[in-house]
Structures are given as C-alpha cells and as structure tokens.
T-cell receptor, first 112, second 114 residues
Framework: GNSVTQMEGPVTLSEEAFLTINCTYTATGYPSLFWYVQYPGEGLQLLLKATKADDKGSNKGFEATYRKETTSFHLEKGSVQVSDSAVYFCAPKEAAGNKLTFGGGTRVLVKP | KAGVTQTPRYLIKTRGQQVTLSCSPISGHRSVSWYQQTPGQGLQFLFEYFSETQRNKGNFPGRFSGRQFSNSRSEMNVSTLELGDSALYLC???WGQGNTGELFFGEGSRLTVL
C-alpha cells in the first residue's frame, strides 16, 4: 500500500513569508496526489491535486508539482496570510478506488 | 448543491455500548469512504463502499462495520466501544472510483467514549 512522509509541524510564520511543506510518498502503481487542508473547527477540504507526472496543481496561491522521479509533492505558497493558518495533509490516492493515505499533517500558524 | 452530511455531529457513549453513524453523500455521488481521525494515529482509512458493495477495507478490527444503501447513503457501526475509539469519524463521497476524482468530506461525527 501507499505511505506518506510529511514534515512535522508546527510551522510558525509571519504574514507574507514563503511557505514550503515537504511531502514524499511511496506507492504501487500510479497514484493521484492531493493536498487537503483542515481549517480550525472545519472538515477537510481539497486544496489542490495532480494526476500525472509533472502536473502542477494550484489553488488559492498554493502550488505543488507531481515529481515522479523523486516521489514528492511539496506544497508551496509565496506569501502566506493569517487566514492560511490550518493543518495541511498530503495524500496519494491509489490507482483504483478512492482510498487516500494521509500524511500526519502539518500545522501552520501565520502570525500578523 | 448540498455537501456531505454526517449525523450526529457529536455523541458521547460509554465503554461496551455500540454506535451508528450516518453519512449522506453529495447528490449523484456513488462512492462513500470512512476515515477515523485521532491525535495519535492521524487520519486512517476505515472502508469504502460503491454501489452498496464494500470495495476496500482498512486495518481495523471487526467491531467496525459499515453498509451502503441503494440511495448511496452510508452508515458505519462500532460495537463494544473502547476508550480508544474516541475520535472524529469522517465520511467522504466521490462520484465514481476513478483515481483522479477528488473526495468531498463531511464535517465529521465526534465520538467520545467514557
């Protein structure tokens, strides 16, 4: 099955700082890759996804590129806002079915 | 378009009891998955249902079970509750079973076992 290694948090940043959250995975077959975000008191929301090698997913200023050669899917944002404070989860999805394997989550706290 | 609806949102049970949680997927979605979220173990896959059939199952004991109805609504049941079953149980729905489709999550049912 799949497994995910995600950098541990918490990550504390000042507003407008650059954010990178590393994610590497092991998978059989050819998974799709997802980043989900969980804001305080809310459920999981899809942030972005990439379905094949070299695809770049992007949303709300966040980006991540599917790197098959390094089995990585690092999340980046050039200028974070206080509203980006949340827990971020990297998750590959198996080639068949809908099973997501989640990383441990990275808590990000952005201070004004 | 209504999102994924989970009921109840909060519940408290005692050890040895059983609990049933309900999930109504987004209209038209045929796949429902369940996940358990705890501070110690993170998000773990429980099972997935598609067209009333269990398609995949995680590494949980047999006390955890589920089913899906013809209208795609799903329930999960935990029998003989243990303290360690205290968690946020998340349901996710998806249109089909293709690997590129995203999962839409509900807000969860928070179970506390005393």
């Amino acid at each position: 099955g799949n497994s995910v290694t995600q950098m541990e948090g918490p990550v504390t940043l000042s507003e407008e700082a650059f954010l990178t959250i590393n994610c590497t995975y092991t998978a059989t077959g050819y998974p799709s890759l997802f980043w989900y975000v969980q804001y305080p008191g809310e459920g999981l929301q899809l942030l972005l996804k990439a379905t094949k090698a070299d695809d770049k997913g992007s949303n709300k200023g966040f980006e991540a590129t599917y790197r098959k050669e390094t089995t990585s899917f690092h999340l980046e944002k050039g200028s974070v806002q206080v509203s980006d404070s949340a827990v971020y989860f990297c998750a590959p999805k198996e080639a068949a079915g809908n099973k997501l394997t989640f990383g441990g989550g990275t808590r990000v706290l952005v201070k004004p | 378009k209504a999102g994924v609806t989970q009921t109840p949102r909060y519940l408290i049970k005692t050890r040895g009891q059983q609990v049933t949680l309900s999930c109504s997927p987004i209209s038209g979605h045929r796949s429902v998955s369940w996940y358990q979220q705890t501070p110690g173990q993170g998000l773990q896959f429980l099972f997935e249902y598609f067209s009333e059939t269990q398609r995949n199952k995680g590494n949980f004991p047999g006390r955890f079970s589920g089913r899906q109805f013809s209208n795609s609504r799903s329930e999960m049941n935990v029998s003989t509750l243990e303290l360690g079953d205290s968690a946020l149980y998340l349901c996710a729905s998806s249109w089909g079973q293709g690997n590129t489709g995203e999962l839409f999550f509900g807000e969860g049912s928070r179970l506390t076992v005393l």
